[in-house]
């Protein structure tokens, strides 16, 4: 028998999935990312390396930019580029306004129904207006930031290899470091609301991220590895799916949210330092649903860093220099963090600065195996218990307990 869980519901994408069921037991769970194929890694090869940031952009709405930074990152590195520090805050705060607007829409939008009981934001709104009010409102301040340091609020082409193309005015500085204020207070009634969530879902054996907070070297593991994605994790193709499946070690592991919070809970700021210790025991856990909690506590880290970023860039003014590049022979690979956890980007650049070689991983193909896992242990913990309606809802809460971005996950490398 199989238990068919239809296309996904409030994820961005399609996907779906099976539960296997033999003699009355559960034997597997099976996540099909039936998407078709983007090409996006086709699409660079021979291309000039100034254009292919905004070819990458196209890849996905919601993390355009992370994308494009993890472009522009793995060509500086192929070429040696060493950009200052306003470009490298720049970056960081639009990253920022990223996952402002996509743990805004990810919580509000789609889990909070979850939690109050709705099949939809819309209904939820009748009585719970308020809520999803400042959540719009969060969401709308990260695409300000978007828009600001990646020229559109989607699919903006102002990142460039050694710079930007634009470079944000005082006002627009200024304007940002109001915002963080008026909206802290959204930001912390979150973490109250998703703390309040059941838990559930696998528990990975390992979580990885890059080595700086929203952008790094390396990548790092829960296990104290330092590491390049070559040296440790493994991708297989699936005939089911059009998504790769990682390994770290040959083990399940976890990308998001989570995983930087269990990682990287040092560099947090006060007050979402504050509020990781005041839930540092529920997050230990490891639930894969606890990713929902640790994106309520990432609102709050970013308006906090976004205003101690704009101060820096108002206090020493904003210069607006590229850095000059000059196109040789070199292989780079650029590690940033997407809202949903670590994103790739692997290009081999030839002596006229054309691209021989790319390759990207996303956090939705590096989770798949966790989120098969999930699946496989709500199923066997729920069926029979339960009424299949029931059964199925709980798997779609624990899939979107991901926040899997569907689109950006399916790639290929060969035809």
């Known amino acids: 028998m199989i238990l068919e869980l239809g296309e996904f519901t409030r994820v ?12 009355g037991e559960v034997k597997e769970a099976r996540v099909k990312i039936v998407e078709g194929p983007r090409f996006f890694e086709l699409l660079t090869l021979g291309r000039y390396y100034w254009d292919v940031p905004d070819l990458e952009a196209r890849i996905c709405a919601i993390c355009y930019l992370a994308h494009s930074f993890a472009s522009v990152l793995g060509i500086e590195n192929a070429f040696g580029v060493k950009v200052p520090e306003e470009i490298q805050l720049l970056r960081e705060l639009g990253l920022i306004g990223e996952i402002l607007e996509s ?40 695409n300000y930031i978007r828009e600001v340091i990646g020229g559109r609020e989607i699919h903006g082409i102002n990142v460039k290899p050694g710079g930007f193309g634009r470079y944000p005015t005082e006002d627009e500085l ?58 440790h994790i493994e991708e297989k193709s699936l005939p089911y799916s059009f998504a790769k499946q990682s390994h770290y070690k040959e083990s399940v592991f976890m990308t998001g949210a989570l995983s930087r919070l269990m ?19 529920k997050l230990s856990r490891g639930n894969v649903s606890l990713n929902n909690l640790a994106q309520a506590i990432e609102l709050v880290y970013s308006l906090e ?111």
């Open 12 to 23: 961005e994408g399609n996907g779906k999935a099976e539960v296997i069921i033999e003699n």
């Open 103 to 142: 743990h805004s829409l990810h919580l509000y939008l789609l889990v909070a129904p979850d939690l109050f009981g709705y099949p939809d934001a819309i209904r939820m709104a009748s009585k719970h207006g308020e809520i999803v009010r400042e959540g719009l409102a969060l969401k709308a301040f990260g």
């Open 174 to 231: 200024e304007k940002i470091d109001k915002s963080c204020d008026a909206l802290l207070r959204f930001a912390k009634r979150a973490v109250n609301i998703f703390a309040t969530q059941e838990v559930f879902g696998a528990v990975p054996e390992y979580h990885i991220a890059t080595d700086g907070y929203l952008y790094g070297e390396k990548l790092i593991a829960s296990d104290g590895e330092r590491f390049d994605y070559f040296e």
């Open 263 to 281: 990682v990287k809970s040092d560099r947090l700021t006060p007050i979402a330092k504050e509020l990781f210790e005041q839930h540092r025991e």
């Open 305 to 415: 860093r976004a205003k101690e970023i704009v101060g820096k860039l108002l206090d020493h003014g904003v210069k607006g220099e590229n850095v000059p590049i000059e196109p040789k022979e070199g292989e780079g690979i650029g590690y940033v963090e997407a809202p949903r956890g670590v994103l790739i980007h692997h290009y081999r650049i030839d002596e006229n600065g054309n691209i021989t070689y790319s390759n990207i991983i996303t956090p939705t193909a590096l989770n798949h195996a966790l989120m098969e896992l999930s699946l496989y242990e709500e199923a066997r913990k729920h069926y029979g218990a339960v009424d299949e309606n029931f059964l199925k809802h709980k798997l779609e809460e624990t899939v979107r307990a991901f926040d899997p971005c569907i689109s950006c996950s399916v790639h290929l490398v060969r035809l």
